[in-house]
């Protein structure tokens, strides 16, 4: 199983950026699929979560600026509005299927950059 983002870029404070990623290959149907994301020097941190049939989140610090969606149950978008500064980071695509001993998949990493 292959994960597959696109749509990083560079954009300035205030815009938008749509990413998306596809799983390539069989996957468990019953799965959540996230996004995570880590800036220069700090920890990868998880940014939103869609489970199939399940409510998608997204964590405070993009609370009403981000939002996750499931066009199905091999892809996954993310709408990022009012960028700034601070959400420069590479962010990664993670499957994680929901059955016992479930593997977990990640994807390579788009870099989001926005200018101030």
């Known amino acids: 199983v292959q994960l597959a983002e696109s749509g990083g870029g560079l954009v300035q404070a205030g815009g938008a950026l749509n990413l998306s990623c596809v799983a390539f290959?069989?996957?468990?149907?019953?799965?959540?699929m996230a996004w995570y994301r880590q800036a220069p020097g700090k920890q990868r941190e998880v940014v939103a979560v869609?489970?199939?049939?399940?409510?998608p989140r997204v964590v405070d610090a993009v609370q009403g600026r981000f939002i996750i969606s499931r066009d199905n149950a091999k892809k996954t978008t993310l709408q990022m509005h009012s960028l700034n500064p601070e959400d420069t980071a590479v962010y990664y695509c993670n499957l994680r299927e929901l059955r016992s001993g479930g593997p977990t998949y990640w994807g390579q990493g788009t870099q989001v950059t926005v200018s101030s």
């Open positions: 290959g069989s996957i468990f149907s019953a799965n959540a």
């Open positions: 869609s489970v199939t049939g399940g409510t």
